[in-house]
């Protein structure tokens, strides 16, 4: 199994405590249905490989349980599912920045009527 030795780091290793205790060791994510589930894992969402000037900022970090925090990586491609981009699309309208181009709402086609 892969692990990332980032994760072991003493500087993440106090950051993730002091996350997990701000969200009250609760889902965040499940929290804003009115639902109460223990957190075990901090999300960092925008991912860290791909944004590593956002890996320490406690923005960017939520407290989620093992099963929310899959719902949010493809565990294929490790990419953001769809309900992984939309937390990533509301904490960017939340802290004002762009949302990266990758990661903006897909325009629907307009619907052409076939009427002549």
Same mark, same amino acid.
């Given at each position: 199994? #892969?692990?990332? @030795? *980032?994760?072991?780091?003493? @500087? *993440? ?5 002091? +996350? ?15 639902? +109460?589930?223990?957190?075990? +894992? /901090? =999300?960092? +969402? ?6 590593? !000037?956002?890996? #320490?900022? $406690? *923005?960017?970090?939520?407290? /989620?349980?093992?099963?929310? =925090?899959?719902?949010?990586?493809? &565990? ?12 990533? &699309?509301?904490?960017?309208? @939340?802290?004002?920045? $762009?949302?990266?181009? &990758? #990661? !903006?709402?897909?325009? =629907?086609?307009?619907? &052409?009527?076939? #009427?002549?």
């Amino acid at each position: 199994m #892969y692990t990332d @030795k *980032w994760y072991d780091s003493p @500087k *993440w290793l106090r950051l993730r405590a002091k +996350i997990l205790r701000r969200d009250n060791y609760l889902d965040q994510e499940a929290r804003r249905f009115g639902k +109460i589930k223990p957190a075990e +894992i /901090v =999300h960092h +969402i925008f991912p860290k490989d791909d944004y590593p !000037q956002y890996a #320490y900022e $406690p *923005w960017n970090l939520i407290s /989620v349980s093992r099963m929310t =925090h899959n719902s949010f990586h493809d &565990r294929e491609t490790d990419e953001l599912t769809e309900k992984g981009m939309d937390l990533l &699309r509301r904490t960017c309208r @939340k802290q004002r920045i $762009p949302i990266p181009q &990758r #990661y !903006q709402e897909k325009k =629907h086609a307009k619907r &052409r009527d076939n #009427y002549y």
